[in-house]
């Protein structure tokens, strides 16, 4: 029996491979670990991120590849086949970050009825909600579709509730308009439902490209969509908050010189465009100056002062407000197999997925 992996060139991200192993003996596998089935992934620009960053923000070093390559992150359900943990019986299915692999070994560790943490010496030092694995079986909201948009959208949406907070947090900087960049993504669609339920007289508008304005428009979650090459046409009298999901450096300049001192707050939070440029002079833009949302630093923040149950609270609900749409809002396309996944792979490199689309992968024929 063998384990697949898909891997890609660290320095050249189109540069991409299946590789074989051979799987582990479920019999020698070491006290505490489990052999786990990497049964479904999700695959969006943000994993596309991940790679981007992998160096920076050490995404490489959690799952081993050889010299050169590494092993994208992905979010995705797993089944355990074997295990040397008194605790997890063979069946159970784990949700968490996984490789782009059909088998994972865990090193189970800080097991309680809930979860457990891979302890592997390789995974430490990251942020912990990377090592973290929800024991979800036999939960409803894990199950079929559900666990899909669990896949597809609970991380991101993290970000999307963590951005909505800490606006609302800061009374909007003075803005009177939320303005989002790549407005389809569903990180930004997730922060501009909630922006839009607020209701409380902020206009929301999404900036995207012109072959998406129909999806974005369609959504209803944003009061005006505008093109990338039509944004010096906003009325720029107003203040503005500007999220910048697509990482678009000449982008985020031509805003911040059009809005000017209007320019209230720019969060600079994805790169779905990979048009950021090393020496963005951004001291030099006229407004607020560009900072970096660390999603970590808010979590570790709003727990502190709601507790983590009253965090939790607060996210669940978002959470339950935002699922019903996702049966309007993204159709789930399911793609089996090495040469499907490379595919699905390249496509989001790409930029080639539809923003309907919601890609789950599985490398198992
Ligand atoms: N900082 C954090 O903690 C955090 C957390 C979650 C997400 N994010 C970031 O938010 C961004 C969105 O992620 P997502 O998973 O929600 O994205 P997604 O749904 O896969 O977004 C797809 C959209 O991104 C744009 N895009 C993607 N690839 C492109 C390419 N190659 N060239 C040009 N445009 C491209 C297009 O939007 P437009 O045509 O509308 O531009 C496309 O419709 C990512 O950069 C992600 O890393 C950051």
Known sequence: MTSIDFVVDRNNLHQCKVIETPLPDPAALPAQALLVKV??????????????????????????????????????????????????????????????????????????????????AHRQGVAPVYNAYSR??????????????????????????????????NDFFGAKVAMLSSASSKTAYGLAHLLHARNNGIKVIGLTSAGNTSFVTSLGCYDEVVTYDSVTALPANSPVAYVDMAGNTPLRATLHGHFGEQMKYSGIIGLTHRKSSPDDPAQALPGAKPQFFFAPDQIRKRTGELGPAGFNERFVAAWSGFVPNLDRWMKVIEHRGP??????????????????QGLILSLSE
């Open 39 to 120: 049964t479904r992934f999700a695959f969006t620009a943000n994993n596309i991120t991940y790679a981007v960053l992998g160096d920076h923000l050490k995404y490489w070093q959690l799952f081993p590849a050889p010299a050169w390559f590494g092993n994208v992150p992905v979010w995705g359900l797993g089944e355990v086949i074997a295990s040397k943990h008194p605790g997890i019986a063979t069946g159970e299915t784990l949700f968490g970050y996984f490789p782009m692999a059909t088998y994972l070994v865990i090193e189970a560790d800080d097991v309680s009825k809930r979860g457990l943490r891979d302890a592997a």
């Open 136 to 169: 979800v079986s036999g939960d409803p909201a894990f199950a079929g579709r559900q666990g899909d948009y669990q896949a597809l959208l609970r991380p991101l949406f993290m970000l999307s509730f963590l951005v909505d907070d800490f606006l609302a947090e």
């Open 339 to 356: 040469a499907s996944v490379q595919r699905a792979y390249l496509d989001t490199l790409n930029g080639r997925v539809p923003p309907d």
